[in-house]
C-alpha cells in the first residue's frame, strides 16, 4: 500500500458543487501539503500544515479550504466548484523542516 | 525562497550521461539545492539536496559551483526510465515558512 494514499483519484464534477479531496498517510509525519498541478505546468502550494489544528495559507488557496483533524488526514475542500479548478492535485507530507516531500499519487479534477 | 531558471527541454541518448542545469543566482546562503522528478503526471519524487558540497547518492550526483549560484544534477547512465520532469528548488531548511516551490522544470527525454 502507498504511503501517502489520496482519494478519489478521478473525479468528475458540475459548476457549482462542493467536492472534498482526501488525502492520508502512514508514515507519522508532521507536516502536510497541498499542490494543483495545471497541464505543463509545475505545482502551486495550496494549503499547508504543519501539526493538527494547523493550517497555513499557500500561494493560490483562494476557492479552497482544508481540514487537518487528525496528523495522519488532510482533506482538501472545494465549497463551490468552478471549471478553471480542473488541475492534477497532489497531496505531500513530511517529517520537520528538513525531510524530503513524499508525494501521493494525485486526484485528477473535472469540473464541467 | 531565491527563485531558479531551468532550460525547458533536453535530450540525452540512453546510457549517456544526462547532465541537468539550473541557475539560481539570488541563492543565500542558508538556502540548500533540491532536486525533485516527475514522471509522467505522477507525483514528484526526491531526487538529492546539497548545500555547498557535491552530493552523490543511488539516483544521482548534484555538482553546485563554488559560488552556489548554479548547479548540475548528473544522471551517470540515463535509461528510458529516467524520461521526466525534473525540478530545481532552493529554500531554506528551518523556520516556518520553508515551502518547496516548483518551477516549470527541465523535460528530459531519453532516447533509444
Known amino acids: 500500500d502507498a504511503d501517502v494514499t489520496q482519494t478519489p483519484r478521478n473525479r468528475i464534477t458540475k459548476t457549482g458543487k462542493r467536492i472534498m479531496l482526501e488525502c492520508s498517510q502512514t508514515k507519522g509525519h508532521d507536516r502536510m501539503y497541498w499542490y494543483r498541478q495545471d497541464p505543463g505546468l509545475g505545482l502551486q502550494l495550496i494549503y499547508y500544515?504543519?501539526?493538527?489544528?494547523?493550517?497555513n495559507k499557500g500561494e493560490i488557496s483562494d476557492g479552497y479550504s482544508v481540514s487537518r483533524q487528525a496528523q495522519a488526514k488532510f482533506s482538501l475542500s472545494l465549497e463551490s466548484a468552478i471549471p478553471n479548478q480542473t488541475a492534477l492535485y497532489f497531496c505531500?507530507?513530511?517529517?520537520?523542516?528538513?525531510?524530503?516531500?513524499?508525494f501521493g499519487e494525485g486526484s485528477r479534477l473535472t469540473v464541467l | 525562497d531565491a527563485k531558479t531558471t531551468q532550460p525547458p527541454s533536453m535530450d540525452c541518448a540512453e546510457g549517456r550521461a544526462a547532465n541537468l542545469p539550473c541557475n539560481h543566482s539570488?541563492?543565500?546562503?542558508?538556502?540548500?539545492v533540491y532536486w525533485y522528478r516527475q514522471i509522467h503526471s505522477q507525483g514528484p519524487q526526491y531526487i538529492i539536496h546539497g548545500l555547498k558540497n557535491n552530493e552523490t547518492n543511488e539516483m544521482a550526483s548534484l555538482i553546485i559551483t563554488e559560488d552556489r549560484k548554479s548547479s548540475t544534477l548528473i544522471l551517470p547512465h540515463a535509461t528510458l526510465r529516467d524520461t521526466a520532469v525534473y525540478y530545481c528548488i532552493v529554500r531554506v531548511v528551518s523556520g516556518a515558512g520553508n515551502m518547496l516551490t516548483f518551477g516549470g522544470g527541465t523535460r528530459l527525454m531519453v532516447k533509444p
Open positions: 500544515s504543519f501539526d493538527v489544528k494547523d493550517i
Open positions: 539570488t541563492i543565500s546562503g542558508n538556502e540548500y
Open positions: 505531500a507530507t513530511r517529517q520537520g523542516a528538513s525531510g524530503e516531500l513524499f
